[in-house]
């Protein structure tokens, strides 16, 4: 089993629709949690970072933990044909090294 | 704040030949990670440095595989006698010391024939 699951998808959702992309992961001593956007060919970019249970907003990105669960979401309201990518969820114990889920890819067509 | 920066961006070598990475960190970042990403998976961990000192290598890295940060800025992989196996894009990231978020360059593709 994989320190961190995610569905690899693809994803495809029309103009303007809420999308929700999860990750779920099975060491209690992951605290902190980040998501990144990774556009083809290209280094991941990162959009948020939390580490505690609850919901984190920035613009049309949420980002939510439940500690208990060993579950993240990121959620993207109004999303964009710019939005499509591959969002890449990562969590760490500590200050170091980055494990990462598989990654969600994403299409939102016009 | 000019970002993480990689070179090569590709490398096509042929089986058995030695290829070098470098990557140069956010100027201000004391800490810099190698990553390693195939297709449809997402980077997997290689080793990090903190300034100058190599805190942590995966088992992952083997014995072909050798990274150096001689006076803590820039980076160096080495991969000798490439395999075909060690195609992938390879992926370097840069933090601050007392920061958990980590910022990626574009990454190296390699295509070994």
């Known amino acids: 089993q994989k320190e961190v699951e995610q569905d690899p998808g693809p994803l495809s959702v029309p103009e303007g629709a809420i999308v929700s992309l999860n990750c779920t992961y099975s060491?209690?001593?992951?605290?902190?949690f980040m998501w990144y956007r990774q556009y083809s060919r290209k280094g991941p970019e990162l959009l948020m970072y939390?580490?505690?249970?609850g919901n984190k907003e920035d613009g049309r990105f949420t980002a939510q933990v439940d500690k208990s669960s060993k579950y993240i979401s990121l959620f993207i309201r109004d999303s964009q044909p710019s939005d499509s990518a591959t969002y890449l969820c990562?969590?760490?114990?500590?200050?170091?090294?980055?494990?990462f889920g598989q990654g969600t890819i994403l299409t939102v067509h016009p | 704040d000019t970002g993480v920066s990689q070179d090569p961006r590709h490398k096509i070598t042929k089986r058995g030949q030695n290829v070098t990475f470098r990557c140069d960190p956010i100027?201000?970042?004391?800490?810099l990670y190698w990553y390693r990403q195939t297709l449809g998976q997402g980077p997997e961990f290689l080793t990090y440095?903190?300034?100058?000192?190599?805190?942590?290598k995966s088992r992952l890295l083997s014995d072909r595989f050798s990274a150096e940060r001689p006076k803590g800025s820039f980076s160096t992989l080495e991969i000798q006698r490439t395999e075909q196996g060690d195609s992938a894009m390879y992926l370097c990231?840069?933090?601050?010391?007392?920061?958990?978020?980590?910022?990626f360059g574009p990454g190296t593709r390699l295509t070994v024939l």
């Open positions: 990231a840069s933090s601050l010391v007392d920061r958990r978020e980590q910022f």
């Open positions: 060491n209690s001593a992951f605290q902190y």
């Open positions: 939390t580490y505690s249970s």
């Open positions: 990562a969590i760490t114990t500590s200050y170091g090294k980055l494990t």
């Open positions: 100027s201000e970042h004391n800490r």
């Open positions: 440095f903190q300034n100058e000192a190599q805190l942590e």
